[in-house]
């Protein structure tokens, strides 16, 4: 016990690294997720074709694989470098792996909530003189993102727990913080797993109540 | 075709698979006129109607719109889309917003009104349609009457030169046609052009300039109120009528 107060301060900024790893990546999953969706609904075979095939390989494609590809692949071999800081490079490698990732899912979520709305709503849509992407934005999106809070929110309680796997590109979150106390503090191995195993819940259930709210008070009635 | 036709349908022919639902259909809408279409289920009747704003595509023949022709989808089309309104069945409100926003939303995102005057004219035509008061509430907490009311303003806040009403009153309680059937009557005598699929006889020969009547996707016959349900020419119109006036 005295491990986790002895280290509060380190363990608090590796679960404040958590946070950033999980905002950063779910604001870029629900803006690339929504324009997978609105791709995969579009009227031109190219466009539902390329993000079909993104989600399909995304989705199938184990995170840790999509982390290291962004890591090794597009930071290491092809030398993308978004920072000079290494850790603020790899930072933002591992969001772009967690949102290419994440995003599959969302978009997934998101053509299942266009399932649910009716086909009249476009089509009084388009009477009034709205375009294909006015449609989207304006009247079919906001519906079925409303349809699917509550999916929505088990992807980004999922993402949180994901980002335990930015380990392998090298970001020191939670999960690092975790593995250098337990070889530390060897005898206290249980109450560190608990610590952090708390610290997680602490992220992720306010995150559920949340979206269980939400659903609640944006579902649209019919 | 003369400058008076705002509608005209040439030939038009549509399948569903085997099924010939629009069959060699020639049309034409005068401007300010009232046209009726009644007929039998699965006459063509709906098909028609959502073939003239491209809701429903055709294989063959032509449609123009104020001279234009159909165009395909796009950009063009949105635009003449824009002029021709339409009212459901289903009344189709778009439910996550509110009856105002219904009426405004078109005229802000189409016409590109500033939203201070787009509030304006809606306010004035919920008003004019009776349901004023309800402008703040959402479509799923008004009667299908009322719903199918600010559809109607939601249609005219675009100014269109064509109003098409695809059986406006068939999803309504029977105590709610009238108030309706009410409002279109009076767009009807203000000038209006509309083109009506419906099963209201009575609104009919209120209304109508000219009856249109369809069975197996063809245009039967056609002539004003008083000469179809006085003395329809066709045998089919003879006994449709027999079937439904009778009680």
């Known amino acids: 016990m005295e491990a986790l107060l002895f280290e509060r301060d380190t363990i608090l900024a590796a679960f404040w690294m958590t946070v950033r790893l999980t905002a950063v990546s779910a604001l870029g999953s629900l803006v690339l997720g929504t324009l997978l969706a609105a791709m995969r609904v579009a009227p031109l075979t190219t466009l539902r074709g390329a993000a079909n095939v993104y989600v399909t390989v995304a989705r199938n494609t184990p995170l840790t694989l999509v982390l290291l590809f962004t890591g090794l692949g597009i930071g290491a071999n092809l030398g993308l470098t978004l920072s000079d800081d290494l850790a603020t490079n790899n930072f933002w490698l591992a969001c772009i792996g967690l949102t290419a990732y994440t995003a599959a899912f969302v978009c997934e979520a998101l053509r299942s909530g266009l399932n649910t709305v009716p086909v009249g709503q476009a089509e009084a849509a388009r009477s009034l003189g709205l375009g294909f992407v006015k449609t989207l934005a304006l009247i079919t999106l906001p519906q079925a993102f409303r349809a699917v809070v509550a999916p929505l929110g088990s992807i980004m309680i999922a993402l949180t727990k994901n980002t335990t796997i930015a380990l392998v590109v090298g970001v020191s979150e939670a999960s690092v913080r975790m593995r250098e106390m337990i070889e530390t503090y060897g005898d206290q191995v249980i109450e560190i797993f608990l610590g952090f195993a708390a610290g997680f819940v602490l992220l992720c259930l306010p995150m559920g109540l949340l979206f269980g709210w939400l659903s609640r008070r944006m579902a649209v009635s019919r | ?247």
Do not use: W
Not at chain 2, 1 to 14: E, H, S
């Open chain 2, 1 to 247: 075709m003369t400058d008076a036709d705002l509608i005209v349908l040439d030939q038009v022919n549509k399948r569903y698979g085997d099924l010939h639902v629009l069959r060699n259909v020639s049309l034409r809408v005068r401007r300010g006129e009232v046209v009726v279409i009644i007929g039998p289920s699965g006459a063509g009747k709906s098909t028609l109607c959502r073939a003239i704003n491209r809701l429903e595509t055709i294989d063959s023949g032509t449609i123009t719109v104020d001279g234009t022709p159909l165009p395909e989808e796009g950009r063009a089309l949105a635009r003449l889309r824009a002029e021709v309104g339409m009212v459901f069945q289903s009344f189709n409100l778009f439910a996550h917003k509110t009856v105002l926003d219904n009426v405004v939303l078109g005229q802000v995102h189409v016409l590109g009104k500033p939203r201070a005057a787009a509030e304006a004219t809606a306010r004035a035509l919920l008003e004019r349609v009776g349901i004023g008061a309800q402008a703040a509430k959402f479509p799923a907490q008004l009667s299908g009457g009322q719903q199918q009311r600010v559809a109607i303003a939601r249609a005219l806040a675009m100014e269109p030169k064509v109003i098409l009403f695809d059986e406006p009153t068939s999803a309504l309680d029977p105590e709610m046609v009238n108030e309706v059937l009410d409002v279109m009557t009076s767009l009807a005598r203000e000038g209006m052009t509309m083109v009506v699929v419906t099963h209201e006889m009575g609104f009919a020969r209120r209304a109508a300039d000219r009856v249109v009547f369809m069975a197996d996707g063809e245009i039967v016959e056609q002539a004003g109120p008083e000469t179809f349900f006085g003395s329809p020419s066709s045998q089919r119109a003879q006994s449709f009528l027999d079937k439904i006036l009778i009680h």
